[in-house]
């Protein structure tokens, strides 16, 4: 039998607005350690959903769920003292535990049935663990010190009285700059900023997507209507997410963008960590890396690339795709400088920011590594089971019949350039030909370098003014831009 000897220690504040009501300019000041505090100790093996409510129902017998709510300190939070900028700008370092976290779902296959689903049939979610939920291995890499976890305990009086902290919600405190977690079309959550905010929505940007993927988002997950309901609203940066950049460590692989790829079409390599530089170091030039765009304001009026929580450590990764690019030759040796890291070969082996999107988690843009095979490289792609039959063209006494809405769908390739195209209707000779072009080199890189803007006569009377070629030139970027699984090549149509 093993023994935990550091179980996770929970301290406590209790807000109670009950017995002695708060002001919200009160909540959000030194006062709370006038409040009620506790302690209590959980095993990193309990459920996370069962340490929960012993908290509530410790911190108040007898009083309805309804009335409880719990808040737990957030990482990373503003520190005057050390210079750490917080996700947010407003907020006091307490983010609202929402309950949905503390169950894992793990991602739905989609399937065709062939019968209706069965009511009562049990659900795949699994309630997480103390130690799951609080991500303990990542953050605590250290398991013989203990983990302390603080928590505020927030009382109301009923179910109809307004919480005495419900300005500190996320969703109420958003400002644009703010950084935090946010869920894409595909049910992937990222780290993300703030664009725009409107009474609610909200506009976020996607770290390491281009600003095409920028999505608008509900702020209230109640409040959503429309194509809006069945989207999460942003949650507190890093709750969905996991801390990986700060636990990065040489010998770990990342995905680095390729030098030489455009902005708006970047391309992505696996690499190799070699060294980590302290947070403390001063920045060091960076060369040889990848052109990003440029979205966030320098304070000068100048835009600059973003970077997450503006953060400036510094990685050096070898990226082997790159080795050729090198315009010096390679040492047979590798040497190292005076500050003991090893010497940069750019864009070989570079110095990237590793807050910057220059730089992402492994598998995030490209699919996980399989065997080698000399096997043709095939995929199956199936629709969702709940998606209804809707007539593709409108039909004339029902002649073409019905089936699925024919779309683009975001997604990974299984290989560069090898991207399926949905059958419009009719255009199946269309795509066969549209596949063989695609693999003519010569042709394609005219395209996708944008030499064919010199050819276009828009002055041809028989001509179409070049919107044949603008419009294939815009289906080979899709193409190759590595973000889609599936095309519909509707403009082409």
């Known amino acids: 039998n093993s023994v935990e000897v550091y179980p996770v220690e929970f301290h406590y504040s209790i807000i109670d607005g009950v017995s002695s009501p708060l002001t919200p300019a009160a909540v959000n000041t030194n006062s709370l350690r006038h409040c009620q505090q506790g302690m209590a100790l959980a095993s990193r093996a309990s459920l996370a959903k069962n340490v929960i409510h012993d908290l509530e129902r410790a911190a108040s017998p007898g009083r309805s769920s309804a009335c409880i709510r719990l808040w737990m300190k957030s990482r990373p939070y503003a520190d005057v003292q050390t210079g750490i900028k917080g996700a947010t700008k407003n907020g006091d370092g307490f983010d609202l535990i929402d309950l949905d976290s503390l169950v894992f779902s793990p991602p739905k296959k989609p399937k065709m049935p062939k019968s209706p689903p069965r009511s009562g049939r049990k659900s795949n979610d699994r309630p997480l663990t103390v130690g799951e939920w609080l991500k303990i291995g990542l953050t605590q890499p250290q398991k013989s010190q203990p983990v302390v976890v603080e928590l505020l305990i927030e009382i109301r009086s009923s179910p109809t009285v307004r919480w005495v902290r419900e300005s500190l919600e996320l969703e109420n405190r958003l400002q644009v700059g703010d950084f935090v977690d946010a869920q894409d079309s595909a049910r992937q959550w990222y780290e993300a900023i703030v664009r725009e905010v ?11 997507w281009g600003s095409k993927w920028d999505a608008i988002l509900p702020r209230r997950r109640d409040a959503a209507e429309g194509k809006l309901k069945s989207k999460s609203p942003p949650e507190p940066l890093w709750s969905r997410t996991s801390r990986w950049r700060e636990q990065i460590k ?8 390729e030098s030489s790829s455009l902005v708006q079409r970047p391309k992505w390599h696996r690499a ?11 920045p060091r030039e960076l060369v040889g890396g990848a052109e990003l765009e440029a979205m966030d304001d320098n304070g000068h009026g ?24 090198c315009t010096s030759p390679l040492p047979t040796v590798r040497s190292k400088n005076d ?15 590793l807050y910057s999107e220059e730089i992402c988690q492994v598998n995030t843009h490209q699919t996980r590594e399989k065997k080698q095979t000399d096997a043709p490289a095939t995929a199956s792609y199936v629709m969702e089971s709940k998606r209804e039959l809707v007539e593709v063209m409108k039909p004339f006494n029902n002649i073409h019949g019905s089936g699925f809405v024919r779309e683009s769908l975001r997604g990974n390739p299984i290989a560069s350039g090898t991207v399926g195209l949905h059958n419009l209707g009719n255009s199946c000779y269309m795509n066969s030909i549209l596949q063989c072009l695609n693999q003519i080199k010569p042709i394609t890189n005219f395209f996708l370098q ?19 070629s603008t419009a294939y030139a815009s289906f080979l ?3 190759w831009g590595n973000d889609y699984s599936i095309l519909a090549p509707r403009l082409l149509k």
């Open 250 to 257: 040489v010998g770990d692989e990342v995905e680095v963008r």
């Open 339 to 353: 500050d003991g890291f090893p010497a940069a070969q750019p864009p070989f082996i570079r110095w990237v920011n």
């Open 477 to 479: 970027n899709d193409v």
């Open 272 to 282: 190799t960590v070699l060294a980590v530089a302290r947070e403390t170091d001063p």
């Open 198 to 208: 409107a009474p609610d929505t909200v506009k976020v940007h996607y770290f390491g």
């Open 302 to 325: 100048k835009k600059v690339p973003l970077l997450l929580l503006n953060r400036k450590r510094q990685i050096l990764v070898e990226v082997p795709q790159e080795r050729l690019k």
């Open 450 to 468: 944008g030499e064919y803007l010199k050819e276009i006569n828009k002055n041809n009377p028989l001509g179409s003014g070049g919107r044949i």
